[in-house]
């Protein structure tokens, strides 16, 4: 079975603060990604990677970054917290590159900042 | 980047109901169409897929989906309804995603 991780399920940081959120998946997938998922907007796409340092923008990256050091591990970076980044983060993974591969999805983190 | 609609945001049926949920989708090639459920405290989980072939899917649990090119879109049906099919469910086009709907099922 795949796994993906959220390294916390719940995270409450203050405005200004830099987040980190790390996600690890263990099946060897090339595709990594993150999301936010809020009521009545479903979820939106922050970030992809489809390799090691590689990285695309979604539909909403201002105010993220991310990191992929490594295949299993993508991580997302708030560099400075603000209160309309609280939500539900969900990190999803996928095999190769192409738009045809289900995404495979970890915890989620909610995320509250103050 | 593929815009994804779904019409219904929350949906509230008796058990043994039958379900479609509407999903239309704006690019007009070559889709890749899923449908996820997520239960409640649950993590994200794959209904069904359709990438070519059959337009009618079925997936787990029951379901089933019908891609109809000629108006973008890929419902989502069940026959009839149970308590435990309570969850929010996600159309995605690729790995564009719509709003979701939310629905309750009444034992």
């Known amino acids: 079975d795949v796994k993906v991780t959220q390294s916390s399920r719940y995270l409450v940081k203050r405005t200004g603060e830099k987040v980190f959120l790390e996600c690890v998946q263990d099946?060897?997938?090339?595709?990594m990604f993150w999301y936010r998922q809020d009521p009545g907007l479903g979820l939106r796409l922050i970030y992809f990677?489809?390799?090691?340092?590689?990285?695309e923008k979604g539909d909403i990256p201002e105010g993220y970054s991310v990191s992929r050091e490594k295949k299993e591990r993508f991580s997302l970076i708030l560099e400075s917290a603000s209160t309309n980044q609280t939500s539900m983060y969900l990190c999803?993974?996928?095999?190769?590159?192409?738009?045809?591969?289900?995404?495979?999805f970890g915890p989620g983190t909610r995320l509250t900042v103050l | 980047a593929q815009s994804v609609s779904q019409h219904n945001h929350h949906v509230i049926l008796s058990e043994a109901a039958s379900l479609e949920l509407g999903c239309n989708y704006s690019?007009?090639?070559?889709?890749?169409l899923f449908w996820y459920v997520q239960y409640p405290g649950q993590h994200l989980q794959l209904l069904l897929k359709?990438?070519?072939?059959?337009?009618l899917v079925k997936g787990i649990k029951g379901f089933e989906a019908e891609f109809i090119k000629s108006k973008f879109s890929f419902n989502l049906r069940k026959p009839s309804v149970q308590w435990s099919d309570t969850a929010e469910y996600f159309c995605a086009v690729s790995f564009y995603f719509g709003t979701g709907t939310s629905l309750t099922v009444i034992p």
């Open positions: 099946m060897d997938h090339e595709n």
């Open positions: 990677s489809y390799d090691v340092k590689m990285k």
């Open positions: 999803a993974s996928s095999p190769w590159f192409g738009a045809y591969n289900e995404q495979f």
């Open positions: 690019y007009g090639g070559t889709v890749n």
């Open positions: 359709y990438f070519s072939g059959d337009p």
